[in-house]
Every structure is written in structure tokens, then in C-alpha cells.
């Protein structure tokens, strides 16, 4: 809104005051000043410095469209904190208001016409930093905000709306990463990793059969597999965790590797309610099987 000072200069009729844009982008901790004047401008307590501005006129439709406002910032070597800016995300997301203010008017805190927008868009030429700044289309927002599919779960294993081995009834289907892990073939029978660890008899607490387990950081026998059986051997106080169908398929077999590699054994996920209800974790399952095509359809 027009302040009083300001119609009564806008209605002069000789004045040799100028109307001045000032550009202000506000990104994170950093915020730019701008000024279309000549020279540096100082209104409101900070400085704005100069730089060629230039906005393009806002176009009217009837197509009800979302109104968007083109502002080009020329380019300088010399502002590094606009050109890191710009090369880092492209100020997406960064807050642009845009001020009239008369220059006969710098001290008065309030502008004559406030404008502030979102960028939207940006683009960079040898000249230009061209901000496409507008308001969010609400059309173009995900809705429903999920993506409901009937039969794989959604949800980040181990997460905050998983929280697998964080609920009571679970196991928390982890083990490392140490240096008393060590892996044994068996040919003709099933392969095992060996623990032996002070808490050794606490794998069956941990696991269980059937689970589906990750191995990493070993120097041979990184990958997936299933445990077939578990053993808990208390007079070496150790255990083990048997693989399934290493006897009779060799992608599942492991080779033979002493203590030594810092390894981690731990629970892995396919996303399914089979699995899900393996792990007595069905209550946080991610998907919907009720709908068409699911399981329960």
C-alpha cells in the first residue's frame, strides 16, 4: 500500500526523485540485497548493493493459471555468495520479496509496494540469473500423500514407521560389526558363521530361522543368504547360524575365512507380509493388501 509521502510524490508534477527496486532473496542463513539504483542503496538498516534487475511483466490469462513473475539478476564474478548459491541448488525454494521505495523516501522503514514470492525455477546464461518465482501450484501436490500398493511395503526397513527391532516383540536381527565372526564350509552338508562372542548365547535372541540376513564387511562371503538353524553350543561358547541350501547350490555356499574382518550380520528385508509376519512385525506394514490385486483381494 502507497504510503501518503509516496502519492504525494507520485503526483508531482516535476520531482527528481527516482522509484527504486530493491530485490531481497532470502536462502537458508544467506540473504542477498539488491538495488536497481545507480549506487548502493541503504534503506532499513542494511545495504543494498548494486546490480541490474530486471522483472518481466506478469501476463494475464483465463486459463487460471498459477501467476508466476520472471526476475533476471544480472551476473558478477565478484558476488560469490550468489554465484555459490545458484551452482549449489539453484535457489529452488528460496524466498524473493521484491520493494518499491522512492529515493527521497530511504528513511521511512516502510516500502511503497511489497511483493514476495517462492522460487519455483531457476536457469543461468553468461549474462543473467533468470528466478522464476511464483506461489506452489496445490494442483501439483501428491495426493494421497502415500503411495498405497497392495502387496510391498512402503516403509524404510529399520525405520522410524517400521521400527523393526526398536518394538519389544521383535529380534533385533543384528550382529556386529566385531572381530568374532568367522565363516566354515561344510561340503555336502549346510555352511555356518561362526560367533564367538562374550554374548554368544544371545543369537537366539537376535534371530531366528528363516530370516533372511546380509553379510558385510567380509573379505569372501559378502552377500545375502537365509538361516536354516540356529546353534547355540555352550560348552565352547559360541554359536552358530547355519545357511540354507548351501549343500546343494553354490550361490548360497560361503568360504571358509578365520576371525579377523570386521563383519556385520544383520536382518535384511524383502518388503512383503510373509516376511513381515516372520518377524512378528506385521502391525507396521507399509502397504495395503486388501485392495485389488493384493493378497487379501
Not at 498459477?66 to 544480472?74: D, K, L, M, N, S
Amino acid at each position: 500500500m502507497i504510503t501518503t509521502a509516496g502519492v504525494l510524490e507520485t503526483n508531482k508534477l516535476a520531482s527528481g526523485a527516482a522509484w527504486l527496486l530493491l530485490l531481497e532473496v532470502v536462502h537458508g542463513a544467506t540473504t542477498l540485497r539488491y538495488t536497481s539504483d545507480l549506487t548502493v542503496t541503504t534503506w532499513n538498516g542494511f545495504i543494498w548493493s548494486l546490480r541490474p534487475i530486471r522483472v518481466e511483466s506478469v501476463k494475464e490469462t483465463l486459463k487460471a493459471e498459477i501467476t508466476r513473475v520472471v526476475v533476471r539478476i544480472g551476473i558478477s564474478d565478484l558476488d560469490t555468495a550468489l554465484m555459490n548459491t545458484m551452482e549449489a541448488d539453484g535457489f529452488v525454494g528460496s524466498t524473493v520479496t521484491l520493494y518499491i521505495v522512492n529515493s527521497t523516501l530511504l528513511a521511512a522503514p516502510t516500502a511503497e509496494v511489497t511483493e514476495q514470492y517462492t522460487v519455483v525455477e531457476s536457469d543461468m546464461d553468461t549474462e543473467w540469473i533468470t528466478l522464476t518465482v511464483g506461489m506452489n501450484n496445490p494442483m501439483l501436490r501428491r495426493f494421497p500423500r502415500d503411495n498405497y500398493v497392495p502387496s510391498t511395503c512402503r516403509n524404510r526397513f529399520r525405520g522410524t514407521i517400521c521400527r523393526y527391532a526398536i518394538r519389544p516383540e521383535t529380534k533385533s536381527g543384528l550382529l556386529g560389526p566385531g572381530t568374532n565372526i568367522s565363516f566354515e564350509q561344510r561340503p555336502g552338508t549346510t555352511d555356518f558363521i561362526r560367533y564367538t562372542g562374550a554374548d554368544f548365547a544371545g543369537v537366539g535372541d537376535r534371530f531366528a530361522v528363516n530370516d533372511p540376513i546380509s553379510v558385510t564387511g567380509s573379505k569372501r562371503n559378502d552377500g545375502e543368504y537365509t538361516i536354516s538353524r540356529i546353534v547355540i553350543d555352550g560348552t565352547s561358547n559360541r554359536s552358530f547360524l547355519h545357511i540354507l541350501g548351501s549343500d546343494t547350490d553354490a550361490s548360497f555356499a560361503l568360504e571358509d575365512e578365520p576371525q579377523g574382518a570386521t563383519v556385520t550380520v544383520a536382518t535384511i528385508c524383502d518388503k512383503t507380509l510373509t516376511t513381515c509376519t516372520q518377524f512378528n512385525n506385521q502391525p507396521q506394514f507399509g502397504a495395503t493388501p486388501g485392495i485389488p490385486e493384493g493378497v487379501f483381494g
